[in-house]
């Protein structure tokens, strides 16, 4: 994983977010343990990305505000939006 990769990957939720990316989503592995939602769907964000709030929030980003996504683990709001913070 590296460069300006925005492709999305799967890592298991028993391991470490790589440093730069967010989690988009959750999902199910094979290539994981355990069963059911044992996946986080990762990339690195863009300009402005809709996140799940578990996911770490890179340097260079700040929380816009919170919200609901389907894909995030949790009920009510479970998600940020963050952005890119512009230096001059």
């Not at 343990?33 to 986080?40: F, K, L």
Request: charged share 25%; with cysteine.
């Amino acid at each position: 994983m590296t460069g300006r990769d925005h492709k999305h990957r799967v890592v298991c939720k028993a391991s470490k977010v790589p440093e730069g990316w967010v989690i988009v989503a959750e999902c199910h592995s094979a290539a994981c343990s355990g069963g059911d939602q044992n996946g986080w769907v990762v990339k690195r964000p863009g300009e402005r990305e809709l996140v799940c709030a578990v996911s770490p929030v890179p340097e260079g980003y700040r929380q816009v505000r919170v919200t609901h996504a389907a894909g995030c683990p949790g009920d009510g709001d479970n998600a940020l939006v963050i952005e890119r913070i512009r230096t001059f």
